[in-house]
């Protein structure tokens, strides 16, 4: 069993940046991901980091603004925004699963969520 707290959610304006985290608690041993849902949407990938940290996926609309990473001895994963855009606004969620994936099927583990609401 794993149980996973997001944090560092807030109110920014467009252009400005947060830094997400996600402590995992109970087995760690997963690979981890970011999503996102903005109200009326679909749940959508954001990032995913493997086990090790030696993979790393993004979704296209973030390359070059986000970085996900993780501190496996704080089992801890990180994500942090630049950039961000008023239509980013959403619950953030980070997951947990066995291998890294880009879908939400993929992940067993899910976090409550943490708002980030950018404001233009």
């Known amino acids: 069993q794993v149980q996973l707290v997001e944090s560092g959610g807030g109110l920014v304006q467009a252009g400005g940046s947060l830094r997400l985290s996600c402590a995992a608690s109970g087995r760690t041993f997963y690979a981890m991901g970011w999503f996102r849902q903005a109200p009326g949407k679909e749940r959508e990938f954001v990032a995913s980091?493997?086990?090790?940290?030696?993979?790393?996926y993004y979704a296209d609309s973030v390359k070059g603004r986000f970085t996900i990473s993780r501190d496996n001895a704080k089992n801890t994963v990180y994500l942090q925004m630049y950039s961000l855009k008023p239509e980013e606004t959403a619950v953030y969620y980070c997951?947990?699963?066995?291998?890294?994936?880009?879908?939400?099927?993929?992940?067993?583990?899910w976090g409550q969520g943490t708002q980030v609401t950018v404001s233009s």
């Open positions: 997951a947990a699963g066995p291998v890294i994936r880009t879908d939400a099927s993929g992940y067993t583990y």
């Open positions: 980091i493997s086990q090790s940290g030696g993979s790393i």
